[in-house]
């Protein structure tokens, strides 16, 4: 079965028309990349996906693991197993990393009938996976992405990740902002938790992190449409020839276009 | 302070100690008069100076008039329809031991958690329990006693302390100090008394729990505490009241003395009632708290969370005496559907190099209206006086309001005086990640609000913290959404 299916979604932010008919499907395992010039809708469709409001879908399908993940809401849709990783993570002044994380897992848990990790079980969990993406432990008593780099917060997410391990997660350009270094680590960290179960959606303009997360697929969105598929290759072609070299049009938007006509 | 490792429950609940606890009572007819006064001095077997004392407080509130300044707006109270004593009836005048106190009482403080039997409660708490008028039971006094240290109700200090109350009794908060401090003085009618001698350390919180269950009774207590020379003390106060449609005046006066090197810390997590969703009910929380800081390099610190009352009209407030003695606020006020409050404090700098410190964290919900209203006043000779003021203002929907008025004036030009404001909104992107992590509304609500207090949560003590943290999610309950 498909883990995320998505039929033909149209979405209007503030009247405005931002997807215009998406299909995409991504099997259990798989891994896809999802490429396209600013202002294409990426995000758009990462925040659709999660249930954000103001995002309003005037048509289309989408289904998770085979219900229709648009009748659910924000927090029922996290807790069977979506996560967005934010291209702009949220700052929480006054929250501790940890607590925040530890209540939203316990949140998780009961949604799914399991029972509540204690203060002790839930450090020990915590603590192993910082280490495995090279964080400081004092990420954890910080207030949630507070004061934390572009590059710390977009690791704190992937921590978040690791922590909640998800079916489905939507990793809005994780790797923008990371160096070298800290882009291995997070691509570790991803790469860590790809299985037999779980499906992933990178959105990404480089295709450098594809040199170490290999996708299954690879699409390009422009104007709120996906306009190429193709295998792990299409990255390294687009990242040659440019979307002009592909034939896409990539002026940002429709009122983009026409302003500079 | 691990306060925030602990769970936020924010359980679907409504006011939980709205229950009404079926206790015989011995209750005034409403009214004052000058009659109503001496009959509660008499019941409580006063000293002649006490009453004279009480009369002549009652003589100039008759020439007084109700406060107007407060952003706060009320049916104005009858003072004749109220009764202004109240006691559970004993088997004997005062109990010697928890066996003689009516088993409905004990229960109905277990009921609010507050056990009174020694062996069940924490051993680090000691506990003033005052029920209606009179105080129903104090524990630890005996542990505590060991030490020079008094701790017991108001009546009973009058009893056996006759000199300290006399000494200290309108000392910081004089007769003639306001309306409900000149009310308080004539008709109050217990309360706690705490005395710290000289280079103690008290070992345990001391706590007094406030709880009206009398229908149209008014609670007038009266808290003293007196820290001698290097002593310290941490105090709490706790209150609830029963659900009731009419309103609950509620006018106490706290006052705190602080001699050389002396710190007092005083606690409150304010919980009466405040009143159902469209604001009928609920309890009038006009208070007059004041400490002084005697003392060169004495300290009080007050902290206050105020989730309850219909309408909270509260300043605590320091009075910096003592060459280098420090003053502290800080306060979390909540005002939900239709509450308000105003509330905020008082620093005045009489001192050289005195320094104080306000933190006030202002929610506003619902039809809520919170008003900070705070004063710094560095008197011409407090030479090198200090004052930081953080005022924070959330709001969470479109039908409530912040507002924060402060009063400077500085005497002289060696001292400084910071103040910060800030209003914010609870933002959709905070509540959308909040829920894509998979939290409730309520539960995002609950952690955000506890973010936003956290600086404030950090000063309360440890049980407080906890205890006060579930208050915060149940005040904002159906806040959001
Ligand atoms: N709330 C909004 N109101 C109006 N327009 C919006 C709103 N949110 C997004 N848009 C528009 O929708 C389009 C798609 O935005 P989106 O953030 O999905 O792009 P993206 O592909 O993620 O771009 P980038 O690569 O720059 O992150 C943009 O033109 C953007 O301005
Ligand atoms: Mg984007």
Not at chain 2, 10 to 35: C, M, R, W
Not at chain 2, 117 to 131: K, N, P
Not at chain 2, 301 to 323: D, F, H, M, N, R
Not at chain 2, 434 to 452: K, T, W, Y
Request: charged share 25%; hydrophobic share 35%; proline share 3%.
């Amino acid at each position: 079965m498909r883990m995320l299916e998505i039929r033909n979604l149209h979405v209007s932010v503030g009247g405005k028309e931002i997807l215009r008919g998406i299909n995409l499907e991504v099997a259990r395992g798989e891994v896809h990349a999802i490429m396209g010039p600013n202002g294409s809708g990426k995000s758009t469709l990462g925040y659709v996906l999660a249930g954000r409001t103001g995002y309003e879908v005037t048509q289309g399908e989408v289904y998770f693991d085979g219900e229709n993940l648009l009748e659910m809401s924000v927090e029922e849709r996290a807790c069977r197993g979506v996560f967005l990783a934010f291209q702009y993570p949220v700052e929480i002044p006054g929250v501790g990393n940890m607590y925040f994380l530890k209540a939203a897992l316990n949140a998780q848990r009961k949604f799914r009938g399991e029972p509540e990790v204690d203060a002790m079980q839930f450090l020990k969990l915590v603590k192993k996976q910082l280490k495995a993406l090279k964080m400081d432990e004092v990420f954890l008593q910080r207030a949630v992405n507070v004061g934390f780099s572009g590059g710390e917060k977009k690791r704190n997410e992937i921590l978040h990740m690791s922590v909640l391990q998800p079916k489905l997660a939507l990793l809005d350009e994780t790797d923008s902002g990371l160096d070298i270094d800290a882009l291995q680590i997070v691509s570790e960290g991803v790469n860590a938790l790809r299985s037999e179960d779980r499906a992933m959606v990178l959105v990404t303009h480089y295709q450098r992190l594809l040199n170490y997360i290999t996708p299954d697929k690879v699409h390009v969105l422009a104007k709120g449409r996906i306009v190429h598929e193709g295998g792990k290759d299409l990255a390294l072609e687009l990242e040659k020839s440019g979307y002009a070299g592909l034939g896409i049009d990539d002026t940002e938007t429709d009122r983009g276009a026409s302003h500079a006509r | 302070m691990v306060a925030d490792s602990q769970t936020i429950s924010a359980v679907n609940q409504e006011y939980k100690y709205g229950f009404v606890s079926d206790i015989e009572s011995e209750t005034a007819p409403p009214g004052l008069s000058e009659h109503i006064i001496r009959f509660i001095s008499a019941k409580k077997n006063e000293p002649q100076w006490l009453l004279d004392w009480r009369l002549k407080a009652y003589r100039h509130w008759l020439t007084m008039v109700e406060p107007t300044w407060a952003a706060v707006h009320y049916e104005p109270v009858d003072y004749q329809a109220i009764s202004y004593y109240s006691a559970p009836k004993q088997k004997k005048e005062a109990p010697k031991s928890l066996d003689e106190i009516d088993p409905e009482l004990l229960r109905t403080y277990e009921k609010l958690g507050i056990p009174l039997r020694e062996q069940e409660r924490l051993s680090g708490i000691a506990v003033d329990a005052v029920f209606d008028s009179v105080s129903v039971a104090t524990t630890f006094k005996g542990k505590l006693a060991e030490m020079g240290i008094v701790f017991c109700s108001f009546s009973e200090a009058v009893q056996h302390h006759p000199d300290l109350v006399r000494k200290y009794l309108g000392s910081v908060v004089p007769h003639t100090d306001n309306f409900f401090a000149a009310l308080n003085s004539a008709v109050f009618s217990d309360g706690s008394f705490c005395y710290i001698p000289k280079g103690v350390r008290c070992p345990m919180e001391l706590s007094t729990y406030f709880r009206i269950n009398t229908a149209n009774t008014g609670q007038f207590e009266r808290t003293l505490i007196v820290a001698e020379a290097g002593s310290y003390v941490s105090y709490l106060e706790g209150c609830t009241a029963p659900m009731r449609d009419e309103n609950q005046l509620h006018a106490a006066v706290v006052e705190l003395i602080a001699l050389d090197d002396a710190e007092i810390k005083y606690s409150t997590v304010q919980n009466w009632y405040p009143g159902d969703k469209d604001g009928k009910g609920g309890i009038y929380n006009f208070v007059t708290k004041r400490g002084a800081c005697r003392g060169a390099r004495s300290k009080i610190s007050w902290t206050q969370v105020e989730t309850g009352s219909a309408i909270t009209w509260k300043y605590p407030s320091c009075l910096l005496q003592g060459e280098n003695s420090v003053g502290e606020f800080y306060s979390v006020a909540i005002t939900n559907n239709r509450q308000q409050a105003d509330t905020g404090t008082k620093m005045i700098h009489i001192g050289k190099n005195t320094r104080s410190t306000i933190i006030s964290k202002g929610i506003s919900a619902g039809f809520g209206q919170n008003t900070y209203r705070g004063m710094v006043k560095v008197l011409p000779a407090a030479h090198g006086a200090r004052n930081y003021t953080q005022c924070d203002s959330l709001l969470i929907g479109d039908h409530c309001g912040a507002h924060t008025v402060p009063y400077i004036e500085v005497g002289n030009v060696t001292s400084k005086v910071e103040h910060e404001a800030s209003t914010s909104k609870i933002g959709e992107d905070q509540l959308f990640y909040c829920a894509q992590r998979g939290l409730s509304m309520e539960d995002s609500v609950s952690l955000i609000v506890n973010g936003f207090c956290k600086q404030v949560l950090k000063e309360l003590p440890m049980e407080f913290a906890v205890e006060a943290q579930k208050l915060l999610g149940l005040s904002l309950e159906g806040s959001v959404g």
